[in-house]
């Protein structure tokens, strides 16, 4: 199994790309999220794969970059897996499934999955999803407990939350906003949506 899980991250790529969002490597993501928790600008940062870069996860000198981006006021848009779910040989770029770790997701976000599996699940828009300018359902996998995020977006028919946001003591608007979609509802009309969803910072 790839690391990179979002079946259509070219297609997200694309969308994002060609209204104005940059394109970032490893590098070049290492370096803006190292600006944003220097200066606090308003940022948002959405991710078309699920492979967290080494650099980027939490490490032994303390929170990882991401994490201190969030910390910061940041924003990130995580369209596929719970981040650092499984674990990734670096070089073959596979997924050893069966090392599979509920607890790094929440360690790294501070959200869990203990429910979250991959049988697809209907999800359904709440009221605090049509304030972010969300509609109707869709069909997603691996939601988060609602009990662990900030605010559910969608809710799955168990009742769990299939998108969501972690807030971290940032401006409204900021946090991790996550939801795992499979690629059959990644329409034009979806990624409208998401992109909605990314630009939202309400006043």
Known sequence: MKSNLIAAHERLKTYFAARGYDVLDAEALRAFLQARIADRARSVV??????????????????????????????????????????VDRASGQVDVGTLDRSRPEALVGVRFQRGNFDPLSEHVTAAGRRWNLDGWWNG???????????????????????????????????????????????????????????????
């Open 46 to 87: 959405v991710f078309a794969m699920d492979d967290l870069p080494d650099a980027l996860r939490d490490n032994a000198r303390g929170r990882g970059l991401l994490r201190r981006y969030l910390d910061a006021g940041g924003k990130v848009v995580w369209p596929g897996l719970p981040p650092a779910l499984f674990k």
């Open 141 to 203: 996998t691996w939601s988060a407990d609602a009990d662990s995020v900030t605010t559910v977006l969608a809710r799955d028919e168990n009742g769990d939350a299939g998108m969501y946001v972690k807030t971290y003591g940032g401006p409204d608007g900021s946090g991790f906003v996550g939801m795992m979609v499979p690629e059959a509802e990644t329409t034009t009309h979806f990624l409208g949506m998401l992109q909605v969803a990314a630009e939202l910072f309400p006043r």
